[in-house]
């Protein structure tokens, strides 16, 4: 393999979730019913929170840039494992691989740094009421956002840097139903070890390492809830039960598949659909029940739509 210094492998082949006919048909209406409900769920959120005056702070404002995120999670791989479902040969061209690879970690990243900037708005509003809207100024909240989009970008940049110009020969199966940087380094006709070993450790540090100061961040906040505010502490630790539901949600799935010793490919794939389809879906849910501001302005929205359709 010494002399191969291209690939000339031009597509990849997906063996997608089952054979099972049967099975197929009713993962297409699973993951059609949940795709398009986390498109209009978090679709919502996004319109309520910009039409909304009232929910024009900090925390309501990451919540849509969430949201925002979450509608490319679901997009990403879901409506391609949706088309491969009605087909036999379900394939993907070599530059739909690296492009699909590029947008999983690129949301991937972004959401994460999203999610620790969500934390600490509620770290300042609990812990350091008096200086909130000093600390969170439209200027952080900017801050953030480009934060945000930039780590997603270096993040997702960094790993496909290595593996981009990797030489494949055969063969170009891939036991899934979309491109994923594990399994794609595997089919490569050079010893690709420690290019494993960096990718794995590069996406499981951050998935680990930003777990950890989220449940760390949001542990002191509880403490602190718990020893200040005892009278109004249900209304905060309810918002930020929401908040953790969603971090545990979504780093669950991304520690296991980077992190685990002795992949199984069936827990992978269900781990992936799990992250793709119902992560999108429920974290608009959950800040929606656990949220009653956002309930009635969601309600007050709708009620809006209905009256313009009405009049138009």
């Known amino acids: 393999m010494d002399g191969v210094n291209r690939s000339v492998v031009s597509e990849f082949v997906f063996l997608g979730l089952t054979n099972s006919w049967e099975i197929q048909l009713l993962l297409l209406v699973f993951s059609s019913t949940f795709y398009v409900a986390s498109m209009t769920g978090n679709s919502l959120i996004m319109l309520t929170v910009t039409s909304d005056p009232h929910l024009h702070s900090p925390m309501y404002f990451l919540l849509a840039n969430l949201s925002f995120i979450d509608l490319g999670v679901s997009s990403v791989s879901c409506p391609k494992m949706m088309y491969d479902l009605f087909?036999?040969?379900?394939?993907?061209?070599?530059?739909?691989?690296?492009?699909?690879?590029?947008?999983?970690?690129?949301?991937?990243?972004?959401?994460?740094?999203?999610?620790?900037?969500?934390?600490?708005?509620?770290?300042?509003?609990?812990?350091?009421?008096?200086?909130?809207?000093?600390?969170?100024?439209?200027?952080?909240?900017?801050?953030?956002?480009?934060?945000?989009?930039?780590?997603?970008?270096?993040?997702?940049?960094?790993?496909?840097?290595?593996?981009?110009?990797?030489?494949?020969?055969?063969?170009?199966?891939?036991?899934?139903?979309?491109?994923?940087?594990?399994?794609?380094?595997?089919?490569?006709?050079?010893?690709?070890?420690?290019?494993?070993?960096?990718?794995?450790?590069?996406?499981?540090?951050?998935?680990?390492?930003?777990?950890?100061?989220?449940?760390?961040?949001?542990?002191?906040?509880?403490?602190?809830?718990?020893?200040?505010?005892?009278a109004g502490s249900s209304k905060a630790l309810s918002t930020l039960s929401a908040h953790i539901t969603v971090v545990v949600l979504f780093f669950g799935p991304l520690i296991l598949v980077y992190t685990w010793p002795s992949p199984s490919v069936h827990l992978d794939k269900f781990l992936a659909i799990f992250y793709a389809v119902l992560t999108p879906f429920l974290n608009p849910l959950i800040y929606t029940f656990r949220n009653q501001e956002m309930k009635v302005a969601m309600r007050r929205v709708c009620r809006q739509l209905v009256i313009y359709r009405k009049i138009s």
Not at 104 to 123: K, P
Not at 144 to 173: E, K, R
């Open 87 to 230: 087909r036999k040969s379900k394939v993907i061209s070599f530059s739909g691989c690296i492009t699909q690879m590029f947008f999983i970690h690129f949301v991937g990243g972004v959401e994460m740094v999203l999610l620790i900037s969500m934390a600490f708005d509620r770290y300042v509003a609990i812990c350091k009421p008096l200086h909130y809207l000093t600390i969170m100024s439209p200027r952080m909240c900017i801050i953030f956002l480009v934060a945000a989009w930039m780590t997603g970008f270096i993040h997702s940049m960094v790993q496909l840097a290595f593996v981009v110009n990797l030489p494949f020969c055969g063969p170009n199966v891939l036991d899934s139903f979309f491109c994923d940087l594990p399994q794609f380094i595997k089919l490569a006709c050079i010893d690709t070890a420690r290019l494993e070993f960096m990718v794995t450790a590069n996406s499981g540090f951050i998935s680990v390492g930003s777990f950890f100061i989220l449940i760390i961040s949001y542990i002191i906040i509880i403490l602190t809830v718990q020893k200040r505010y005892s």
